[in-house]
């Protein structure tokens, strides 16, 4: 097992175990996405977690915020908050919630959760970067799911008539809502919208990291990500049942195992 | 000058003189502000007919140190665009400026998809939101030089009718127009002119509110003493009822109304004529103040 192999399965042990403390947490989603956002945060995303309101700083939007122990466990592991904070995950007190909120946790660039909002704030914050000349580049995370809504088509629009060439939309596509609606190709859709495109195995990640590469000129890049939900958990892999579901004891024990 | 005039005036000058003034318009107003397109073509956008994704596309340049101004019809504006404006700005704390037109039926003739009566009402549920109704378009330019940067979100909504007289605006506060004894009337932006007229001769307080949130209860308490109000409101009507309790407390208050009832116009016509049909007159004003008064 490689060191970024390593660091995921202790991620995905945070993530569980954090979830088992509060009943509460989307599990499957988070680790649905976790690889993508690793490599960006480990290999992208130019950042730093001692000035995380650095003005010319990257930013990254967890459009599909209830996957936000994903983020968290990203977050917690570049150092932007410490651990407690994530073992204290949806408490009274705490600052991370089911649901990410910018004035509470660092490194957070937009409160998310009801799906649609993520992808049109990355474009505006797209075009604020350009027209204040900076050179920060700006990604979104959508879910297919979230890619139902019409503020996710909308903004394709704009970003590509606006030439967004600094923004990009990754969308983890792990098929879990195609029973209420097939988004069939994605790929040709947003290729359809004037953007710039890759297909990616989102859990490998020199195919990520390859696929993040792939911008072009005057267009924005949306990446599809081909995932599994629950991916690294047997019992949760494409099981609609684990969608918003903590582990009972027993379920945190046996999978802390197959996460060891 | 009427007020979508001014808003071109007032939002170029302040382009001119601040870079971080962005204007995004909703295909409405793009000839009126045509100079501003020749001048900062990277800092005004007519965007397009898609709400929802503005306002959140706005929260963006917001979060990056931008102030963006949203103009369109306000419906659209508000209602299809409500909870972009509840999460990306209010919860999100971000600032920005939201000007409407069409206002209740300003659009009379084109039916009930472009009246928008409700939008104070809808704006007053969200936290943080600012709601500036002004009367004259010198108005306006007051209140938005004062807040347009303020950090806040704050929805203006222009009319198409307008005050015969303006006053010096102070942003959050009441202007005590009258003092009187018999009752006090709350008026809202462009009503004023009609309550003047139907106030004329009589022993009352006419309070006159163009900003609505933050709602300023400390001229209402000063000025209140006969506890019999009149609420009159160029929306739905009632909207103010909270705000009132709020700044007066748990007393015995003899209140009527005149607003807009909760039901569609489904008629077309003029303006004017639904002002008539719907009691905006002073005579039906002052019809409401008499049983108050005794």
Redesign the interface.
């Known amino acids: 097992m490689n060191r970024a192999e390593t660091i995921i399965r202790a991620m995905k042990r945070d993530i569980v175990t954090a979830a088992a403390q509060a009943g509460e947490g989307h599990i499957a989603s988070a680790f649905s996405i976790l690889d993508l956002l690793w490599v960006l945060y480990d290999r992208v995303l130019r950042i730093d977690s001692t000035a995380p309101d650095k003005e010319d700083r990257d930013r990254f939007i967890l459009s599909k915020g209830h996957a936000s122990l994903g983020l968290y466990a990203v977050l917690c592991r570049k150092g932007f908050f410490p651990p407690e904070h994530l073992q204290g995950f949806a408490g009274l007190a705490s600052p991370l919630g089911g649901h990410p909120h910018r004035t509470k946790v660092p490194g957070v660039e937009a409160s998310t959760g009801s799906l649609g909002h993520g992808l049109p704030m990355a474009a505006g914050m797209a075009l604020g970067m350009k027209i204040r000349r900076s050179n920060a580049r700006v990604y979104a995370l959508i879910g297919d799911g979230e890619a139902n809504e019409g503020a996710i088509w909308e903004a394709a629009l704009l970003a590509a008539h606006h030439k967004l060439d600094n923004l990009c939309c990754l969308a983890d596509y792990n098929h879990s809502t195609d029973r209420a609606l097939n988004m069939g190709d994605l790929e040709a859709k947003f290729k359809a919208f004037g953007w710039q495109t890759c297909a990616v195995d989102g859990h490998n990640h020199d195919d990520i990291f390859r696929g993040l590469g792939s911008t072009a000129v005057g267009k924005p890049l949306a990446i599809i990500a081909h995932t599994i939900k629950g991916k690294g958990c047997a019992r949760m892999e494409n099981q609609p049942a684990w969608h918003h579901r903590a582990p009972n004891p027993d379920e945190l024990v046996e999978m802390l195992e197959e996460l060891s | 000058m009427n007020m979508r005039g001014q808003l071109v005036a007032t939002v170029e000058a302040l382009m001119q003189e601040d870079e971080r003034l962005?204007t995004l318009l909703g295909d409405i107003g793009v000839f009126g502000f045509r100079k501003a397109f020749e001048q900062f073509p990277?800092?005004i956008?007519n965007?397009?007919i898609?709400e929802?994704?503005?306002i959140?596309?706005?929260?963006?340049?917001?979060?990056?140190?931008?102030v963006p101004v949203v103009h369109t019809i306000a419906p659209f504006l508000v209602e299809r665009a409500l909870?972009?404006l509840k999460?990306?700005f209010c919860?999100?704390?971000l600032g920005g400026n939201f000007i409407s037109v069409g206002g209740s039926y300003d659009y009379a003739a084109l039916g009930c998809t472009h009246h928008c009566p409700a939008d104070v009402i809808l704006l007053r549920t969200l936290p943080g939101m600012e709601i500036v109704v002004p009367g004259t378009a010198n108005e306006f330019d007051s209140l938005f030089r004062q807040s347009w940067a303020n950090g806040n979100p704050t929805y203006f909504r222009l009319s198409e009718s307008q005050n015969p007289v303006s006053f010096e605006q102070h942003f959050g506060k009441a202007t005590v127009v009258q003092t009187g004894s018999k009752a006090t009337v709350v008026v809202v932006g462009p009503l004023l002119g009609t309550v003047m007229e139907a106030v004329e001769g009589h022993d009352i307080t006419v309070l006159y509110y163009t900003c609505l949130a933050p709602f300023d209860g400390e001229t209402l308490r000063q000025h209140c003493s006969s506890n019999r109000i009149l609420l009159c409101e160029p929306y739905y009507s009632g909207t103010l009822l909270q705000e009132l309790h709020n700044a007066l407390g748990p007393r015995p208050l003899t209140i009527d109304t005149v607003g807009m009832p909760r039901e569609f116009l489904e008629q077309y016509g003029h303006r004017q004529q639904h002002d008539q049909a719907l009691g905006f007159t002073a005579e039906a004003i002052r019809r409401k103040l008499e049983p108050l008064c005794q």
Request: hydrophobic fraction near 40%.
């Open positions: 962005v990277e800092r956008y965007i397009g898609l929802q994704a503005t959140s596309l706005a929260a963006g340049l917001a979060s990056t140190g931008l909870e972009q999460i990306d919860y999100q704390r």
